[in-house]
């Protein structure tokens, strides 16, 4: 996957003015990075834009014309995306993980949302090495229904990213999800007690109960990776169910004494 072409910001990109932040949190994952900024730039066309990573490496970036937070240390996912949403500049904020390549024009995005005012979020149709649709790119809310379906071989979620239409949806990856920057500080940003997995479905779940629209944009496609940023399958796991067990006492055991 390693491209040919040279990245080459521009100063009329960055910064104030930025239609579009695009912030991504690294953490060893830097031999996918140059390929990730290649893709932005090469599908931005005249859209103004800026580029922020995150670096929860111990090992310092530095990225011509990119502003770069090196925080030295793996915070979580969530409260790196946090850090560098503090400083965008964009109405429109992307999360992208560092192994990504954007395929489509990101005016398509930015045009999207200007057709409905309660557009809170969008996601994009991911897709992998083999140009296969990704699993779990968006979906159905996670509850007690919807994990016994999915135990079943009946996934819910599976109509939504196999759609080839634009649909409304409960939740999407957060390894390429746009939300605008107002909608983002109303609800908080992302939950910095998931350290990672389940902080997207948080989020989304917080924007739609204010009301706003969570899409699948399978229109505009994202290939992923899936670099292997743990080489701990156990503490992958770990992660994971804590974090799962964190969302259900946070959104349907709140209430229960």
């Known amino acids: 996957m390693e491209s040919n072409y040279l990245y080459a910001p521009t100063k009329q990109n960055f ?14 994952s830097y031999r ?9 730039h090469k599908n931005s066309g005249d859209i103004s834009y800026e580029i ?60 999207y949302f200007g057709t409905d005012n309660n557009m809170g979020v969008i996601g994009p149709k991911l897709i992998t090495r083999k140009n296969e649709t ?6 159905a809310e996670t509850n007690l229904w919807n994990i016994l379906r ?3 071989g009946f996934p819910k979620s599976k109509e939504i990213w196999n759609s080839q239409k634009i649909v409304k949806c409960d939740w999407v ?32 779940k917080r924007v739609r109960e204010k009301g706003y629209k969570i899409i699948y944009f399978p229109e505009f496609t994202v290939r992923h990776l899936c670099g292997k940023s743990f080489n701990s399958r ?7 169910y804590a974090s799962k067990t964190y969302y259900f006492k946070k959104h349907f055991w709140k209430n229960k004494a």
């Open 173 to 204: 990856s957060g390894a390429a999800l746009f939300i605008k920057k107002n909608i983002f500080n109303e609800v908080h940003g992302f939950d910095e007690n998931f350290f990672m997995y389940y902080e997207d479905e948080d989020l989304c």
């Open 52 to 111: 922020i990573i995150v670096n929860n490496d111990d090992v310092a970036l530095d990225f011509p014309g990119i502003e770069t937070v090196n925080l030295k240390k793996n915070i979580g996912f969530g409260a790196g995306c946090n850090a560098g949403a503090k400083i965008a500049q964009g109405e429109i904020l992307c999360f992208l993980n560092p192994d990504t390549e954007i395929l489509d024009n990101i005016k398509k995005i930015i045009n």
């Open 134 to 139: 990704q699993h779990w790119c968006a979906g």
């Open 15 to 28: 910064g104030a003015g930025a239609r579009i932040s695009f912030i991504i949190v690294n953490y060893k």
């Open 234 to 240: 156990i503490k992958q796991k770990k992660y994971f």
């Open 32 to 40: 996918f990075l140059k390929n990730c900024l290649n893709s932005i």
């Open 150 to 152: 999915n135990n079943l």
